[in-house]
């Protein structure tokens, strides 16, 4: 056992501002698996706060790690807090990067894994905002350094049937009653109830006059939060609660540790060379 890293030291620390230099270099030869969060700070209506993204974001990370397999070195990466939000720019509070700024912000958070010997990274998403951003930085990262780069958005992780109604669960993007469940969960005395509410999509309507057309349909427009729903959140937050929150925190948790699990055993070598 190297110094300083005996069981419930610092140096067994998931998190990577723990540690010191040789841990990184100890933790990365052994396969270790950078976790980058990425949040928003943005508005969710009137009754969650602008932290929403980075409380689901937090919450989900520390109940999964626990789960993670123990022969798996992971370490956490202090979660970009503020992502692209321009949709939500409408609404006092929001903060936002430009697209460009997030995408080299993102490259250089993934340069610096790559310069501690990381070869896989995971990007952990909370905010749909974010996921042009996961997809771009993460080809332009496996180009420029043949890593690993998960692009995981949790919102797309698969739910089982029956936990949420289909309506619900395709139109309630944004403080519905998937992420007010959450709240619930993880953050009680942070939810409004008294503001809660059944903040209807424009996309509920489109699709119900059977259009391809729609925010998020078969094709989607550019949209802004308000073109959705005035109150800023689109979906039902009445029917949110936090038995629904513990639930959906636990499914979200056990896939985000099994992919922490896959992306340590991916085999490198299935990533070809790139002529330069
Ligand atoms: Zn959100």
Known sequence: MADGAGEGQSGDSPWWQDLTPRDIVQRAARGGVALLPLAAIEQHGEHLPLSTDLDIANGLVAAALPRVRADVPVCVLPPLAVGLSLEHTGFAGTLSMSPETALAVLGEMGDSVARAGFRRLVLFNSHGGNKALVDLAAL???AAHGMLVVRANYFRFALPSGVLDADELRHGLHGGALET???????????????????????????????????????????????????????????????????????????LAQLIDEAHDFDLAQLKPVPR
């Open 140 to 142: 332009k990262l496996r």
């Open 181 to 255: 469940s959450m709240m619930l969960h993880l953050v009680p005395h942070a939810v409004r109830r008294e503001a809660l509410g059944d903040f209807r999509s424009l996309g509920v309507n489109m699709a119900a006059d059977g259009c391809l057309l729609g925010p998020e349909g078969e094709a989607g427009f550019g949209w802004m939060a308000q073109d959705l729903h005035g109150s800023g959140a689109t979906g039902n937050a009445q029917g949110a609660s936090a038995a629904l929150g513990a639930r959906l925190v636990d499914h979200f948790a056990a896939r």
